[in-house]
């Protein structure tokens, strides 16, 4: 008897393992964690060159005027839309309206001047400068249109 008893016991020892773990393998998997052994020294690309902030900072402080997608495509982002010159020389962005900082300043084309002349300023240690080299002006037209010319046509613009 006692030997039958030990023998459903484990039956339903193992059975009621099988059942608690499988309910795992089917839960949802909605969030991603994920740790760095990085820590940038500040925030601000455009003062130094350290790797860590250009792995922790662009994707999540920097919103740009395009974004590219999964599929290589050129999206808005900052901008709503644009016109590249036939010669690709001049790009010229309209920016979207509304849009905010974080402490509830406008985002207009001043802020856009200033950012891509801080990257592109001769004693700006960005670790990116060189994607920026192209740039020979940036001028505001407006509040809501920025144009930007190149010295030479270039696909890291």
Do not use: C
Request: aromatic share 8%; hydrophobic share 45%.
């Amino acid at each position: 008897m006692k030997s039958i008893f030990k023998k459903y016991a484990k039956l339903l020892l193992i059975s009621g393992s099988a059942l608690i773990f499988s309910g795992s393998a089917f839960a949802a998997k909605t969030h991603l964690t994920m740790g760095m052994s990085l820590e940038p020294p500040h925030l601000d690309p455009t003062a130094g060159a350290a790797a860590a902030i250009d792995e922790v900072v662009y994707a999540n402080v920097f919103e740009g005027l395009t974004r590219i997608n999964q599929n290589a495509e050129v999206l808005p982002a900052l901008a709503d839309s644009w016109i590249i010159s036939s010669d690709g020389l001049t790009y010229t962005f309209s920016l979207r309206r509304g849009v905010k900082f974080h402490d509830g300043a406008a985002f207009d084309s001043s802020d856009v001047v200033f950012s891509l002349e801080r990257a592109t300023a001769e004693n700006s240690t960005n670790a990116q400068k060189a994607l920026f080299s192209a740039i020979t002006s940036v001028e505001a037209q407006g509040k809501n249109i920025v144009v930007v010319k190149l010295k030479t046509p270039t696909g890291n613009f």
